[in-house]
């Protein structure tokens, strides 16, 4: 049974930092991409970051671009975004997700590609 439990959401200052991780069981995380998308209050489901299998390719939307870093350690599990420059927008609930194949075939991830979600971790950024 596949598990994705995200932590590290709080409540951070307007260009502050956090870090979120998501700690995964039940299938093997080595051999999928995995993301992390966000859903802000009265807004629809929004793709974040993607990274593939091996690490080697990331992917961010162009509002977290430059300040958000997506990263995994395959031998621990465990997916990671280290959010830098926060902004009162980047406020929601984030999601990890497990993607359906190694390597994203798009140009960039989308919700679609995701098969499996945390239950979310709230992320608040406000002064």
């Known amino acids: 049974q596949v598990q994705l439990v995200e932590s590290g959401g709080g409540l951070a200052q307007p260009g502050g930092s956090l870090r979120l991780s998501c700690a995964t069981s039940g299938f093997a995380f080595s051999l999928y991409a995995m993301g992390w998308a966000r859903q802000a209050p009265g807004k629809g489901l929004e793709w974040v970051s993607g990274i593939s299998s091996d690490g080697t390719e990331a992917y961010y939307a162009d509002s977290v671009k430059g300040r958000f870093t997506i990263s995994r350690d395959n031998a621990k599990n465990t997916l990671y975004l280290q959010m830098n420059s926060l902004k009162p927008e980047d406020t929601a609930l984030y999601y990890c997700?497990?993607?359906?194949?190694?390597?994203?075939?798009?140009?960039?991830?989308?919700?679609?590609?995701?098969?499996?979600w945390g239950q979310g971790t709230q992320v608040t950024v406000s002064s």
């Open positions: 997700a497990k993607a359906l194949y190694p390597f994203f075939p798009g140009a960039t991830p989308e919700v679609s590609d995701f098969a499996s």
